[in-house]
């Protein structure tokens, strides 16, 4: 079986093909390059060609503060492309896993988001990915939507990075925001659960098509994420603040947790520990540290 992987350069996208290639799965991946979701005839004439056993769309427009001031961009990739994708699996009949995000809440809640929350996103990215996730439940039964938080890998810009960068910079003040909480998720911990999923679904009569979360453990606020990712860098001084004090475009949600019960129950697919992979990804990056990212509030 092949699966196709859309938006194939980015974090996620790039990951599932490593990941992919590595249990011998047969996988195509195209980048925005090579196929842009915008553009409903290509996607359509591209599944309906290649006739994948799955399509997994990692696609979207993920700056979050440009959002704002691109609403109708974000809007065509992230909503009326995520749709794209779906009329055209549907045509096809070809399943779908679409990736999603903690930005569709409010994070205003006290504890876990579950599946079911209401949702209530405050920032162009978030109502955009929810238009998305609204598309692809409209157009086409047979879909998984996987929402998670906190991406880091070795593709593209993340968390981690921009923290290395800072480190190696030679800063010796460092100011984190310490009132936002979510879970850290390895890009490979997600490649790795949507081809358990894509697995499943192929070798199952009975999936449970629907909305999943997905996202690292345990749950850690940026700053002590921050504290995990510099830990080998002791001259640096890293002080908690708060999200008023670090103004951005568009605000974060202060609770990002998801609750990924519901993913263990159907697929038999836990949470990732963040810890063993930011090790890996900083030996990857070459830094020195060596740390299990425990130790962190
Ligand atoms: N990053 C996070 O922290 C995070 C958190 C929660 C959920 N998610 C979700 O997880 C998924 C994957 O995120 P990621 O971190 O892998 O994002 P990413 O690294 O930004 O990758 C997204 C990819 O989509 C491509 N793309 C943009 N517009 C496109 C278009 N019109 N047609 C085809 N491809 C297009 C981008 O290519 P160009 O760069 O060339 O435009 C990029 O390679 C997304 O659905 C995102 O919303 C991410």
Not at 9 to 33: F, T
Not at 209 to 227: L, N
Not at 232 to 237: A, C, E, G, K, S
């Amino acid at each position: 079986m092949t699966i196709l992987v859309l938006g194939a350069g980015g974090q996620v996208g790039a990951s599932l093909r490593w990941r992919a290639l590595a249990r011998g799965q047969g996988v195509v991946g195209l980048n925005h390059a090579e196929l842009d979701i915008t553009d409903a005839a290509i996607v359509r004439r591209t599944i309906a060609d290649l006739r994948p056993a799955i399509v997994i769309n990692c696609a979207a427009y993920t700056a979050v503060d440009k959002a704002e001031a691109e609403p109708e961009l974000a809007m065509a990739i992230n909503g009326t492309g995520a749709g794209n994708v779906a009329l055209a699996c549907g045509l096809a009949a070809v399943p779908l896993i679409h990736l999603s995000t903690d930005y569709v809440f409010d994070g205003t809640a006290q504890g876990p988001y579950g599946e079911d929350a209401a949702t209530g996103p405050t920032t162009v990215y978030g109502r955009t990915k929810l238009a998305g996730e609204k598309a692809v439940y409209d157009a086409w039964g047979k879909h998984i939507i996987l929402r998670t938080a906190w991406v880091f890998g070795a593709m593209g810009e993340n968390f981690v990075k921009t923290m290395l960068r800072l480190g190696a910079s030679g800063s010796t003040n460092l100011k984190v925001v310490d009132d936002q909480v979510g879970g850290p998720t390895p890009a490979d911990a997600i490649a790795d659960a949507c081809l358990d999923i894509a697995a499943h679904v192929a070798r199952s009569d009975i999936v449970p098509w629907g909305t999943y979360h997905f996202a690292g453990a345990p749950a850690v606020t940026w700053f002590g994420f921050a504290r995990a990712i510099l830990a080998h860098y002791p001259d640096l001084v890293i002080a908690p603040c708060t999200t008023d004090a670090f103004p951005r475009p568009a605000r974060r949600p202060a609770n990002s947790v998801l609750d990924c019960t519901r993913i263990r129950a159907a697929f038999g697919i836990s949470q990732p520990d963040w810890g063993p992979y930011l090790a890996q990804l900083l030996r990857d990056l070459g830094e020195t540290g060596s740390h299990d990212g425990k130790g962190v509030s």
